[in-house]
């Protein structure tokens, strides 16, 4: 028969192993890819495609040297703090081409500059598929910060219906059942999610705290058992 000492003692190695199996489910780099509109509604794919990066992290992140695969970015010098937004559009303000459309034409004033947005956008180079595309953040040592697919939202609102792929908790992976379609026409480039459900993972000293709790009552229950024999 297991000692009173001993079942404590196994409870506690539960606890242990919980709070690591937990925490290593916790995002730990931050930077995560928040929102992508592909295939825009209102404008040309040309000028209103974007995707969104965010930092849900409680540190600040110096992006410098990040890169893309599946588009090309220019990230020198942007470090994004926690809670901080960046756009990466196709065509940030109305360029060379023929039309007059643009991200800033779209989401801002109009007028020929970013000045009206309270977060950075940048232009990216390429394109974003319609027939979808895998994306892949890399850290400046080559390292995947994050990656997602949107191959799983062609024929849905977000498919040339007006509205976005959006990220619904943004300390969760970035996994099919994590995304869907945006409540919001546009998307919400450089804002919290429509659809957003931001619930962080129970931290570490969360379930030790728990843990330590349990262990000094099922140690007080076993002493208070010890007379009965
Ligand atoms: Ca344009
Ligand atoms: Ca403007
Ligand atoms: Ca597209
Ligand atoms: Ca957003």
Redesign the pocket.
């Known amino acids: 028969m297991r000692s009173r000492l001993g079942k404590i003692f196994l409870v506690g190695i539960m606890v242990i192993t919980a709070s690591v199996f937990f925490q290593g489910m916790v995002s730990a780099a931050g930077i995560i890819i928040n929102e992508i509109g592909f295939n825009p509604d209102v404008v040309?794919d040309?000028?209103g495609e974007f995707i969104e990066l965010y930092n849900a992290g409680i540190d600040a992140v110096n992006i410098d040297g990040y890169s893309f695969e599946g588009v090309s970015v220019d990230l020198s010098g942007i470090t994004l703090l926690p809670g901080e937004f960046l756009v990466l559009a196709r065509?940030a303000v109305?360029?060379s081409?023929a039309?007059?459309?643009?991200f800033e034409t779209v989401y801002g004033d109009g007028d020929g500059d970013l000045d009206e947005f309270g977060f950075i956008v940048l232009d990216f180079a390429g394109s974003l598929l319609n027939s979808g595309e895998l994306l892949v953040l890399k850290d400046n040592g080559g390292s995947v910060v994050d990656s997602y697919d949107y191959t799983a939202f062609l024929g849905t609102g977000a498919d040339g219906g007006g509205f976005t792929v959006e990220r619904i908790n943004p300390y969760r992976p970035s996994v099919n059942s994590n995304f869907g379609v945006s409540v919001l026409s546009g998307g919400t480039p450089g804002h919290m999610n429509s659809i957003a459900v931001p619930v962080p993972e129970p931290s570490t000293a969360l379930l030790l705290a728990g843990g330590l709790v349990t262990l000094v009552v099922l140690g007080k229950r076993l002493n208070g058992c010890a007379g009965t024999g």
Do not use: A, F, K, L
């Open positions: 040309d040309t000028d065509e109305d360029g081409d039309d007059t459309d643009s």
